[in-house]
Structures are given as structure tokens and as C-alpha cells.
């Protein structure tokens, strides 16, 4: 399987800012890991790409973006975080069947839901964070992280995020970010206007050619360049001293509950379904660090 990659590419000496990427690979395993339904995997696919260019954005080694969907639809809260290269999503439920919608599509607008909240956490690092939100306008999610952009951040954005299934199997998966930057001429965005039905079924174009031809072919005329490449991954932070730091932050109280119970803790990760089981001995190690 090709690997997953992120391109940043540069249109017209500068005036535009363009990432385009595939995420085949890793919107599969996110399906394995969920068990996902092909809409869910369509949602959470496109949900960790959109996470994916945003997080590229960040300057810090060390930041990260938290993109979360709390629409009406039946999948409920969806999640994605991201840094520069690595993803984890979950969803509150990740096996909703629906049927297809008039234009043989998937129906991820009604899996997400059209009315809710879109909400945008970006991890500064030390301690510092910017939190942004917008209503959902479509619950399609491309068409939500393009009104975010505008208006959030001031900055019109176009949008493309494509996952194409196949039952269990994801075929294709990946996105497109265009960005005229200020000053950009106005022949230049109408051109890109007239390109734009180019990009709207992104992942089925990705079965005919790799993200380089795409590039060539989408923005022909226009100077494309790459400036970076960036392999992705889907991969989960958690680990078990993340877990002795969550018990810890519960308080002497709540551990003492547990350690009364008998019975130990297990937790378990919502991104990558790890289970992390603690003895009654280990719990009374954890309480007798903590301050609260």
C-alpha cells in the first residue's frame, strides 16, 4: 500500500497555500480499530484528514489540534486529534448503518447531524491554548472545516475530503486545502473557482492517480511547487502512565472508593480500544500520591 503523505505546495510565486494528502492507510486502521460502519468510516475519515492539514499548520513541535463534531446525528460526539503528522479519532458510536442517500452517496451529513457544534482546540504548549467554534452547517464535514476557516479565522478557504469504501475496506481516502493568501490576485481565485469541480470527489480521483499527478494535473498553469512532504500515521498517545496520571487526578477519595471495592480499575482508551488494568496494591500506590 502506498504510503500515507502530506504535500505542501505552493501556487503562483507564493499567492496561494495548498496541502493535499492521502490517508488511506490510516483511515483503514482507524476503521479496524472502531469497527466502524462505512459511513462512520467515510465521517471519521474525512473528520482525521480535515485534523490532519490543521494540524500541519501548527508551528510548535509540540502543539496539537483537537477538532470535535457534536451534531444532532446519530454517531454523536466525533474527535480527532492531530500534530504534524500522526492522528487518533473516536466517536460515541462508530456502527451507525444508514441507507444510502437519492445520489448513491454515503449519508455522513445524517450521521453527523446538520445542527450542532463544531469546536476547534489548538494546543500551544505550555499550557497555553486557542479554542474556536462555528454552528455546523452540513454536517458533510468539508463543507464545516471551509466554514470554520472563513469564519473563525478570516481566512476562505476551499475544502475537499473524500473516503471511498467498500464495505470493510477503505479504497481510497485523502484531502485537498487551498488557501489564497493575502493579496492574492482576483484573476487567480477566479481560477481556482473554475478548477474547483475538479477536486469535489476527491478520493475516487485518487484511484486513477497519486497525489503528485494530481497536483500536476488540478493545478497545470498555475506553478505548482512542493515545498515539503510529510508521511502520516494514524497513532495513539496513550500509555500506561497516562492512565496512573488519570487515576491520581481523581483524588484520595475516589481511589480509596475503588481500592474499598476489591475489585482494582481497568481503563480504557477511546482511541485506540487499550485496556490498562490496576491492581487494589497499585490503586493504594496511586493514593498515596496524590494531593487532593
Known amino acids: 500500500m502506498v504510503q500515507d503523505e502530506l504535500l505542501q505546495i505552493d501556487l503562483c510565486h507564493g499567492q496561494v497555500r495548498v496541502m493535499l494528502c492521502e490517508t488511506t492507510a490510516l483511515v483503514q486502521r482507524a476503521a479496524d480499530i472502531h469497527g466502524a ?24 513541535e509540540d502543539e496539537s489540534v483537537t477538532v470535535s463534531f457534536k451534531g444532532d446525528g446519530p454517531m454523536g460526539t466525533l474527535i480527532a486529534v492531530a ?67 472563513t469564519v473563525s479565522e478570516q481566512q476562505p478557504s476551499l475544502v475537499a475530503l473524500g473516503v471511498l469504501v467498500n464495505g470493510d475496506a477503505v479504497l481510497k481516502a485523502g484531502g485537498l486545502l487551498i488557501q489564497p493568501l493575502p493579496g492574492c490576485p482576483d484573476e487567480i481565485i477566479d481560477q481556482l473557482e473554475l478548477r474547483s469541480p475538479m477536486f469535489a470527489d476527491i478520493s475516487r480521483e485518487m484511484t486513477f492517480a497519486g497525489i503528485d499527478q494530481l497536483c500536476e494535473d488540478w493545478f497545470r498553469g498555475m506553478e505548482p511547487r512542493v515545498l515539503e512532504r510529510t508521511p502520516l500515521d494514524y497513532r495513539c498517545t496513550c500509555s500506561r502512565e497516562r492512565m496512573e496520571r488519570a487515576l491520581i487526578s481523581l483524588g484520595r477519595k475516589e481511589l480509596r472508593g475503588l481500592i474499598e471495592e476489591g475489585q482494582g480499575a481497568e481503563l480504557g482508551c477511546h482511541f485506540c480500544h487499550s485496556q490498562y488494568f490496576f491492581t487494589t496494591e497499585e490503586l493504594e500506590k496511586l493514593e498515596a500520591q496524590s494531593t487532593t
Open 37 to 60: 460502519s462505512p459511513v462512520c468510516t467515510a465521517a471519521l475519515g474525512r473528520l482525521m484528514t480535515g485534523t490532519l492539514m490543521m494540524g500541519m499548520m501548527m508551528k510548535g
Open 83 to 149: 500534530d504534524h503528522q500522526h492522528v487518533r479519532c473516536c466517536a460515541d458510536n462508530a456502527r451507525v448503518e444508514l441507507p444510502l442517500r437519492a445520489d448513491g452517496k454515503l449519508d455522513v451529513g445524517t450521521a453527523v447531524g446538520h445542527a450542532g457544534r463544531m469546536n476547534v482546540i489548538k494546543d500551544l504548549g505550555m499550557g497555553k491554548q486557542y479554542v474556536g467554534q462555528c454552528e455546523i452547517v452540513s454536517g458533510e464535514i468539508a463543507m464545516d472545516f471551509a466554514n470554520y476557516f
